[in-house]
């Protein structure tokens, strides 16, 4: 008999990860539920899932910046992002990234499936609310720019998301098990790195590029 696919569900709502879960379970295997970004690139590398779904907005780690570190170790690993994000630049940023789908959380229950369908074909799926044109214009002139965000390593990033948060240095030194001036001095070469003078304007490119919501 043929294995059935393994999924990893990502999802900081625990209903939305539960119903995504009742729904797909009858045809593939979920192998687990997340609910932040950190833990789920360590169960990624743990259980070498076939397919993740992921939401965006999630605490400690976004979706972004962990899958695109989870493609980094599992390369053949299928994204698919569900979020209640229409924005076509953030769907052309995930696909940039390596997604091989990118879903509204108003979409069907079929919709979902057949996502999960098209990314293990090697094919990728655009929400039917989204212009697939226009997404492609946006991959090409994200391919084209110079983002600021390259700029940042993963764990500045890690870093940066993290403040954005509120989260004060002695937390955040526990959550990634650094020294307290391992984070000050991160968070000193962020801020060189952005050309961000407060704690204010840290927040505000965190939010433009996508790491935290407004």
Known sequence: MTSRTRI?????????AELCRTLLEPEFDVI????DGRTMISVAVELKPDVILLDIGMPILNGLDA???VKQVLPCVK??????S???ELAAEAFARGASAYLMKTCGPEEIKLAVREALRGKTYLSRDLSRDTIDCLRWEHKKRVNDQEHLTDRQREVLQLLAEGKPMKEISAILNV???TVAY???RIMGAVGARTNAELFKFAVRNHMVSA
Do not use: F, R, W
């Not at 990893?8 to 939305?16: E, G, P, R, S």
């Open 32 to 35: 687990g539920t997340v609910n």
């Open 186 to 188: 991160h968070k000193y």
């Open 8 to 16: 990893l569900i990502a999802d900081d709502h625990t209903l939305v």
């Open 67 to 69: 899958g695109q570190q």
């Open 86 to 88: 229409s924005d076509p």
């Open 79 to 84: 994204l698919i992002y569900i979020t209640m």
């Open 179 to 181: 020294a307290e001036c």
